[in-house]
């Protein structure tokens, strides 16, 4: 397998030109030096402005940590981000699934950010991303979706367990995997109710299958029925796809393309390794039929950072799904970006709210 390089640009406009300069005005807060080549080729039409080369991240180490501020009362002291805690959590349909939470230190302004694997792939595929998104202070939880990792037993109505086996799973089981996602929505909530987060601005990561379970989940989300006393749903913000699929093992993405909010609305980041010629043309087609419902953002550099919504990276590697934010590239550095200035620069409009239902549940 060739060794992971470096993105290069590819024709079209560069997440350089469109995210840097809000690197440079937060350097003091957030340590995100150049991202990583990439394209938003079908976004605009003008000319592509050739991007800074960016420093190499330190070789096999978990990606930079942002400067932390002083304990209040504890001068010299600096406060730690805190240690992540596994948790389990019971789906609705009584899967019980094993989570990995990483709490934030930003309160109510802290962005939480749902990361779902790959198949065959667990949790612990997103630590290195968990903890640096973590020292942004943001708020991470990690899952093992059912028949992964550690979540390989589900509860019968008679008390007893019985177990998983993903190679046996068909496309209903697969759709019962949105069930997992809403179980940790749930958890997210309560969190956000404790002041830990702003679940408003939820944004889900996930990697090849994942993909389409997560869209899928999204439909859920923004079909919720409005009630006039509590906002159950339309929560999630910005999905960030890394090698997505469009079918899988009859699981489709359809019914998520045909959902105005999300092939429209949705602050969309996709990757692709592009030494993968299948996972490179599953990626630019995903990213081109979007591209026809997202809004064309303006020319004008200071107006196109904040409209600009939907983008596309191809970084030079073979690597592909979560492995894109592994070390060696800066995709890491990308998506911190993302989450910035689709979701941290706009928390005005996704204003903290408590979440009661009022029938308890």
């Not at 640009?9 to 991202?35: F, T, Y």
């Not at 003008?46 to 180490?61: C, E, F």
């Not at 209903?172 to 995997?177: C, S, T």
Request: charged share 25%; with cysteine; net charge positive.
């Amino acid at each position: 397998m060739p060794s992971p390089r470096r993105g290069t640009p590819n024709d079209g406009i560069s997440l350089d030109r469109d995210l840097q300069p809000l690197i440079s005005r937060r350097a003091a807060v957030v340590s995100l030096a150049a991202i990583c080549a990439a394209t938003a080729e079908s976004l605009a039409q003008a000319p592509a402005v050739p991007p800074t080369r960016p420093q190499p991240m330190p070789p096999k180490a978990a990606p930079p940590v942002v400067p932390k501020q002083p304990v209040p009362g504890k001068k010299g002291e600096e406060e730690k981000p805190a240690e992540p805690e596994d948790i389990s959590l019971e789906t609705k349909d009584g899967v019980i699934l094993r989570c990995t939470y990483y709490a934030g230190k930003l309160g109510k302004k802290a962005v939480p950010v749902m990361m779902l694997h790959g198949w065959e792939g667990q949790r612990s595929d997103y630590r290195n991303m968990a903890l640096y998104v973590q020292s942004l202070g943001h708020a991470v939880v990690t899952v093992d979706l059912r028949g992964h990792g550690q979540s390989m037993q589900a509860r019968l109505p008679t008390g007893d367990t019985r177990e998983l086996n993903r190679e046996m799973f068909r496309a209903r089981d697969l759709e019962a995997m949105v069930l997992d996602v809403e179980a940790v929505k749930k958890f997210l909530v309560k969190k956000n109710n404790d002041g830990d987060l702003n679940v408003e601005a939820l944004t889900i990561i996930a990697a090849d299958f994942s993909c389409i379970v997560a869209m899928r989940w999204s439909v859920v989300d923004w079909n919720a029925p409005l009630l006039p006393s509590f906002k159950q749903g339309q929560d999630v913000k910005a999905l960030v796809l890394l090698s997505p699929l469009q079918t899988f093992k009859g699981l489709t993405n359809r019914d998520a393309m045909a959902h105005p909010v999300i092939r429209g609305k949705l602050s969309t980041m996709i990757a692709a390794g592009n030494q993968n010629t299948k996972s490179l043309a599953d990626a630019k087609r995903l990213h081109g039929i979007l591209q026809t419902h997202h809004i064309k953002p303006p020319t004008d550099p200071d107006e196109r950072r904040k409209k600009l919504d939907l983008f596309l990276m191809t970084p030079d590697t073979s690597l592909q799904g979560a492995e894109l934010l592994g070390p060696g590239l800066d995709t890491p550095r990308a998506v911190a970006n993302f989450i910035e200035l689709r979701l941290v620069a706009k928390l005005d409009e996704y204003s903290w709210s408590e979440r009661i239902n009022p029938l308890g549940q």
